[in-house]
């Protein structure tokens, strides 16, 4: 007799839960949960603010923690130290599922291989910032000092132990593998951030409510959106506009709040620039208009900060169809960027002359403005969209929690 065929199985992705470590869950932590879940992979997250309106609306579980107090320096490690503890008790108690540990807070990640020995857990690393270098660039330590050194050491452990490590892009992981010794070998997973191109998308500016409202409609807009902070080239921009003074048709926009918005607005007013409007940060619906309301957007990576962190608001510039502005230094991940895909110009950082030679040409050269932003939009549609990123991390994080045989 002809033998009956097995019922066919149901498809079950190589891993079926996750749990997330991360003390804030912006919108990208919050987009890459929700295509983990809409893949049948239940979702938790252990954090102290997520992004969203209403927490019964997400498709994952929130497990409550202790929130980020960024100011004074000492509430921020108060805050980092008791999310760390609720961190280690929430991996005990759910050991047997696989983990995505991120760098924010850093300090999680270092527990990571003491209770992988104890409980048997199995943890993937995500690298945002890279410690302890980004504290040794801010002057909180010494590359010498005894914390430093210890701390590349826990970093070194935890690397080797995790199932596999993630950041974005190729010169943070050349950063992160100068943490270990001479002979070890750990292979990282670069997977850049992202945008919603959904969400952002370009606009002329005639239909733009946000251009009309702010008289941009005829303007050559170049804008900054994003932390007002001392890491940040504000004072490029502000030389800039003084020196494009003599064009009435270029206007500045820089929106955004930080520990240097009073001072910029004192400069601003000192300097009486017309052509440069100071603008609060915009409400999340507002956001696609502002973006998309400008002809070049400035992206800025402070001195000494290469190899240690990529502005997620290249990918934000990228999606609204705008010719990028990158004020960095060079061989970094922002510059590769914007030479890979042809989409703007480089611009040394502290240099006003410079940013300025550079909006000059892009003003009076129309073509090559209109092939820039094209660029971007296509860049972001081909390579860095919502859903080709966050699928990328699907793919690799079932890779790294497949039973060893599947491997």
């Not at 997330?20 to 049948?40: K, T, Y």
């Not at 997520?50 to 107090?69: I, S, W």
């Not at 430093?148 to 950041?167: C, F, H, P, Q």
């Amino acid at each position: 007799m002809p033998q009956t065929p097995p019922t066919p199985q149901p498809h079950r992705p190589a891993f079926d839960s996750l749990l997330m470590i991360n003390q804030v869950v912006g919108p990208l932590a919050r987009e890459l949960m929700e295509h983990l879940s809409a893949c049948g992979i239940r979702c938790r997250a252990l954090t102290g603010w997520v992004d969203a309106r209403e927490r019964a609306d997400l498709p994952f579980e929130v497990l409550k923690a202790k929130p980020l107090v960024k100011r004074p320096a000492w509430k921020r490690l108060w805050s980092w130290g008791l999310f760390t503890a609720q961190a280690k008790l929430a991996a005990i108690r759910l050991r047997r599922t696989p983990m995505l540990v991120t760098t924010n807070p850093p300090w999680p990640m270092l527990a990571m291989p003491m209770l992988k020995r104890l409980t048997g857990l199995r943890y993937v690393l995500l690298v945002y910032d890279i410690y302890p270098d980004v504290m040794e660039q801010m002057g909180l330590c010494r590359h010498d000092s005894l914390l430093a050194r210890l701390w590349r050491r826990w970093s070194r452990k935890a690397m080797l132990k995790a199932e596999g490590v993630i950041t974005l892009g190729p010169h943070m992981a050349a950063t992160l593998r100068r943490h270990l010794r001479e002979g070890e070998d750990v292979a990282i997973e670069t997977i850049p951030n992202w945008a919603d191109t959904d969400f952002i998308r370009p606009l002329d500016k005639a239909d733009n409510p946000f251009a009309r409202e702010h008289g941009l409609t005829d303007k050559f807009v170049v804008a900054y959106s994003g932390a007002l902070g001392a890491t940040h080239d504000i004072d490029s921009i502000i030389a800039a506009a003084e020196m494009l003074n003599d064009l009435p048709d270029v206007q500045f926009l820089i929106i955004g709040e930080g520990t240097r918005r009073a001072e910029i607005e004192a400069l601003v007013a000192k300097r009486n620039l017309p052509n440069l409007k100071l603008l609060p940060f915009q409400p999340l619906e507002r956001v696609p208009y502002s973006l998309a309301a400008a002809d070049c957007l400035i992206v800025c990576l402070g001195e000494g900060y290469e190899g240690l962190s990529v502005p997620s608001k290249t990918y934000y510039a990228l999606a609204a169809g705008a010719a990028v502005l990158a004020i960095s230094p060079k061989d970094t991940e922002l510059t590769d960027l914007v030479e890979q895909f042809a989409c703007g110009l480089h611009v040394p950082p502290r240099s006003g002359p410079a940013l300025a030679e550079a909006i000059r040409r892009l003003r009076s050269d129309g073509q090559l403005l209109a092939n820039f932003k094209a660029a971007s939009r296509k860049a972001a549609e081909e390579h860095f969209s919502r859903k080709i990123v966050t699928e990328r991390y699907r793919r690799y994080l079932a890779e790294c929690f497949a039973p060893p045989a599947d491997r």
